[in-house]
């Protein structure tokens, strides 16, 4: 087992070596393809941004991925509404890897936009996404914990495997969640994914904590700031790795 074992992970956010997440490693086991429960989270985050825009064509739209990690497709699934999306996150090396995403991202991105355009306005979308993606995208550092109080507002939100997998606590889950809601606009759609009962998790040889929440603790933990809360379980029988149970992805509008 490669050194820092599960039995002696950081606890806390503030004490993991973020700066040492190696997303290349992360997006070889993850991202090289659209997996089948990528899939499914893709056409739940596509019908839920879809049906909202399609009721209401407000504008101007502005994005936010909250901890985005070496992962575009959630910005994806915003992008043709967004005429600006943030890319949020902590760590040096998925910032420096998403900023060398701008000019033009790699190929395997493709086909999670061909995932998003089976249907809907992706499917009819008038621009090319990789060059819409290099007009409106905007990366930057920070951890989310340090937006607390700020009054940035987003009218759009995504985040994906963030609150669950950065502490092995359950009040640094709980706060994470919160800046999340807390820096949407009120009615904001926004769609965030969690791994259920996540044991922490290895990459590039070096693992990282999570906190080992359930589906239960997932819904209150968004009810009170939330309108229209689904939560829903995917990829039970298709896992990615060891360690979890299933993962659930959470969708509805800010409350007022």
């Known amino acids: 087992m490669p050194s820092g074992s599960l039995g002696d992970l950081p606890q806390l956010n503030a004490e993991a070596l973020w700066d040492e997440f190696n997303p290349a490693d992360y ?3 993850n991202y090289r393809t659209v997996l089948p429960v990528d899939a499914k989270i893709i056409a739940i985050v596509r019908d839920h941004f879809g049906d909202h825009f399609r009721r209401f064509p407000e504008r101007p ?13 959630p910005a994806l699934a915003m992008l043709p509404w967004c005429e600006e999306i943030t890319l949020l996150d902590r760590s040096k090396r998925n910032v420096a890897y998403l900023r060398d995403q701008l000019d033009s991202y790699d190929t395997n991105w493709d086909a999670f936009w061909q995932e998003l355009s089976r249907k809907g306005p992706y499917a009819a979308y008038p621009h090319d996404p990789r060059v819409r993606f290099k007009q409106i995208v905007r990366v930057k550092q ?28 359950e009040t640094d889950f709980q706060r994470a969640t919160e800046c999340f809601l807390d820096h949407l606009e009120p009615g904001a759609p926004f ?10 998790y290895e990459v590039g040889g070096r693992y990282f904590p999570a906190c080992k929440v359930r589906r239960e603790l997932i819904h209150s933990s968004l009810l009170d700031r939330v309108e229209g809360l ?7 029988q298709d896992k990615v790795r060891d360690g979890y149970t299933s993962m659930i992805v959470a969708h509805g509008f800010r409350s007022a």
Request: charged residues 20%; proline residues 2%.
């Open 142 to 169: 920070g951890d989310l914990f340090d937006l607390a109080g700020r009054q940035r507002r987003w009218t759009l939100g995504t985040m994906f495997f963030v609150a669950e997998s950065l502490s092995t606590s």
């Open 61 to 73: 739209v502005r994005g936010v991925d909250m901890g985005a990690g070496p992962n575009l497709y």
């Open 27 to 29: 997006i070889s086991h």
């Open 230 to 236: 689904q939560t829903i379980r995917v990829g039970e």
């Open 191 to 200: 769609a965030a994914a969690f791994m259920e009962e996540s044991e922490g």
